[in-house]
């Protein structure tokens, strides 16, 4: 048997350069692992076939749909092996959220399976292959990294290891879902002078990240162009970015295509104190955590 856990992402950056002949978007991104993670347990079956179990969170379609059994299926036909397993995928991040947790499933399940299956490390680059068939965001969680600069659709990594203490995260979930499709289907890219501006501060931001000055009060060189999108048309996202804010949150940002937004802390107390009071709101799920 073999447990592991799917953990969530952030986006401390992104920026949207281009549409590609793909139908996908070229990106500029940061990604960061944060604590807030799905549970995955694989075990082999005497019966064949794949089994998934799903508990938590709500309706996620058929189990044939799940990412988890698509990243499965790719393992057991690229390595050659019967599929006989047991899949239970308890869902903690919640869904449309911006946070990776179906990505991050898909690469737990192809994690869990090599392990599971004793596949040597030789075989990593086949695992991160699949992971790259699966969904743009997966490759990221295959690595072992805090952060990862994401470039392409968001499968082309250089690491990013963070200096100094990092800040505390509080993490919003307004109750309401925000959909990947939507959001790029409403996109407008910016102006290629503007473009080149981000970049420009997205470098700068990065070097920061790598010296140890990353500090939560340089908000303005966190960005995502996603927020143009959903913000206008999402309410209780615009509104649950206004109130950390409000609260003395030191940045607060739309993590991906939304819907969770984050703040960001130097100190724990500070960070507590707002999300006890972003907790009261009853249709609100918030958790307090940091980058891992």
């Known amino acids: 048997m073999v447990k592991i856990a799917a953990r969530a992402k952030l986006n401390l950056f992104l920026e949207v350069t281009g549409r590609r002949p793909d139908g996908y978007h070229d990106l500029a991104?940061?990604?960061?692992?944060?604590?807030?993670?799905?549970?995955?347990?694989?075990?082999?079956?005497?019966?064949?076939?794949?089994t998934l179990k799903v508990e938590g969170g709500p309706a996620l379609g058929k189990p044939g749909d799940n990412i988890v059994c698509k990243a499965a299926?790719?393992?057991?036909?690229?390595?050659?092996?019967?599929?006989?397993v047991e899949i239970k995928l308890k869902k903690n991040i919640p869904v449309g959220a911006g946070l990776?947790?179906?990505?991050?499933?898909?690469?737990?399940?192809?994690?869990?399976?090599?392990?599971?299956?004793?596949?040597?490390?030789?075989?990593?680059?086949?695992?991160?292959?699949?992971?790259?068939?699966?969904?743009s965001d997966v490759p990221f969680f295959m690595i072992d990294e805090i952060m990862?600069?994401?470039?392409?659709?968001?499968?082309?990594?250089?690491p990013l290891k963070p200096a100094g203490r990092l800040p505390y995260i509080v993490l919003v979930y307004p109750g309401v879902p925000v959909y990947t499709r939507e959001v790029y289907g409403n996109l407008k890219l910016g102006a290629a002078p503007e473009i080149k501006a981000r970049l420009k501060e997205f470098g700068e931001l990065?070097?920061?990240?790598?010296?140890?000055?990353?500090a939560p009060g340089l908000a303005g060189r966190l960005f995502n162009r996603l927020e143009d999108p959903v913000l206008p048309r999402h309410r209780a996202v615009r509104l649950a970015k206004a109130r950390l804010a409000a609260l003395g949150?030191?940045?607060?940002?739309?993590?991906?295509?939304?819907?969770?937004?984050f703040g960001l802390c130097r100190g724990r107390a500070k960070a507590a104190a707002i999300a006890r009071e972003l907790g009261c709101i009853k249709s609100y799920r918030v958790f307090l955590t940091k980058f891992c």
């Not at 030191?250 to 969770?260: E, I, P, Q, R, V």
């Open 29 to 50: 991104t940061l990604f960061a692992r944060i604590g807030v993670a799905d549970a995955l347990t694989l075990k082999r079956s005497a019966a064949p076939g794949i």
């Open 100 to 135: 990776g947790g179906g990505s991050s499933d898909g690469a737990a399940a192809l994690l869990g399976l090599a392990k599971l299956y004793r596949i040597p490390r030789s075989a990593f680059p086949r695992l991160m292959k699949i992971a790259a068939a699966i969904g």
């Open 73 to 84: 299926e790719k393992f057991f036909a690229a390595f050659k092996i019967r599929p006989a």
């Open 148 to 158: 990862a600069v994401g470039r392409g659709r968001g499968e082309k990594l250089k």
């Open 249 to 261: 949150a030191d940045a607060a940002l739309m993590s991906g295509s939304g819907a969770c937004v």
């Open 206 to 214: 990065c070097s920061l990240i790598k010296k140890g000055g990353f």
